[in-house]
């Protein structure tokens, strides 16, 4: 994607997982924001330094342009830069684009090749459009946390934001394929990606097997409702994940157990047999399992190639050879947060790719005068927009008294 122009009107995650994606893939990216700093670097703990972690996480190999557009001056600038663009996305509410006149139908109008990538809760059009929503929300009103922890706990919520993550690697897909058309010379095109949809396709066979049934999930802990055993068992020490639904896998199971007449138990037989009787296998497993360790386990289950593995922390993740080897990690040095570890962009190439280092998310306003100059503005304009304030740079941010992180 070297050559990609995109100006990133996006903030907190969804959007700027898209586009953060966009510069790892080698996009230029500007990251455009108000003087203040876009609303994801307020969100923590955890802080580094006083820079939010949420932030630090999502904003890497990305130039930022601290901008009033509340202006006039701000709004024409970026007017300007977006007539220049391949791609342009945003996060915002439906219509606030529009009333800045920075909405598909304005930049189009100048730019007849522009992919624009509009992210929102609920869609650009329909009756919940003007409803707000995060991932929380989004997990809720998507049936999501309906289907996750235990038969009579409390609603769940997956820990990480789910729902934004898969929201934004989706619009970076459509963004490519919308990219690839406009390069083939078919023109651009207003893509409108919302999280409510892209968290009902994440439930893709949630949604088919109610369809097929007719009956809502059932809470079941870890355990699959398509494949008995297929979940997370005690042991000594810890928990044991194991799935051995295979016909095959399944007596090998029992007899590494030393109970091979479990396998004939008229109760289950076959895999619809385990499901119908989960509760009741659950207990006849439980109780082989709590006899070894995990450790234990993992090698007596290895030796029948039963599909297992321990239920990890993510010390014990980054402490094991498999993380070690996966080439995920990434790291920068931030001028104010210091080094950072996160996970990188790995697509598992054949060969390992060519190294290129990646950028730390960037300061408020840090690429203002850079951007500004490459998009064509003048010295004279440049001038008076940071001497009127309508265009910021770090050296004129003060730092913010609640978190000490600088704004």
């Not at 790892?24 to 455009?32: C, F, N, S």
């Not at 619809?272 to 009741?280: F, L, M, P, V």
């Not at 740079?393 to 003060?398: I, L, Q």
């Amino acid at each position: 994607m070297r050559g990609v122009r995109v100006i990133d009107f996006t903030h907190i995650v969804a959007g700027p997982v898209c586009t953060m994606t966009l510069a790892d893939l080698g996009a230029d990216v500007v990251k455009i924001e108000p003087l203040q700093g876009e609303a994801g670097r307020r969100i923590g703990p955890p802080w580094v330094n006083g820079e939010s972690v949420v932030a630090l996480s999502f904003n890497r190999n990305k130039r930022s342009l601290a901008v009033d557009l509340k202006s006039e001056a701000g709004v024409s600038a970026v007017r300007r830069m977006v007539q220049q663009a391949d791609v342009v996305v945003e996060s915002f509410r439906p219509g606030v684009m529009r009333r800045l006149q920075l909405d598909y139908e304005s930049v189009v109008s100048e730019n007849s090749d522009v992919v624009y990538c509009s992210i929102s809760a609920f869609g650009q059009s329909g009756s919940f459009k003007d409803r707000p929503g995060v991932d929380g929300v989004m997990q809720a009103v998507s049936g999501l946390m309906s289907t996750l922890g235990e038969p009579a706990s409390d609603p769940a919520k997956v820990q990480i934001p789910v729902a934004d993550m898969v929201t934004g690697y989706l619009a970076t897909i459509s963004v490519l394929s919308a990219l690839h058309q406009a390069r083939d010379g078919r023109g651009g095109q207003h893509l409108d990606v919302s999280l409510f949809n892209a968290t009902l396709m994440l439930q893709q066979l949630g949604y088919a097997s109610y369809f097929a049934t007719g009956h809502d999930a059932e809470k079941i802990g870890s355990a699959a409702p398509y494949a008995a055993p297929n979940e997370a068992f005690p042991t000594q020490d810890g928990w044991i994940m194991v799935a051995a639904y295979d016909p095959n896998r399944w007596r090998t199971l029992c007899e590494l157990l030393g109970a091979p007449e479990v396998a004939t138990d008229p109760r289950f037989r076959s895999n619809a047999d385990r499901i119908t009787n989960r509760s009741s296998l659950r207990d006849v497993l439980g109780r082989f399992f709590e006899m070894r360790s995990t450790d234990e386990w993992l090698e007596v289950l290895s030796t029948g190639d039963i599909l297992c593995a321990p239920v990890t922390s993510y010390s014990d993740v980054v402490a094991s050879p498999a993380y070690r080897e996966s080439r995920i990690e990434s790291s920068f040095e931030h001028p104010v947060a210091g080094s950072i570890r996160v996970p990188g962009f790995v697509l598992g190439p054949s060969q390992p790719p060519v190294t290129r280092p990646d950028s730390p998310p960037p300061l408020i306003g840090e690429h203002s005068l850079d951007v500004l100059t490459e998009y064509g503005f003048a010295p004279e304009e440049l001038t008076e927009l940071f001497k009127g304030g309508t265009v910021s740079r770090p050296a004129e941010v003060h730092p913010d008294a609640d978190t000490g992180r600088s704004r």
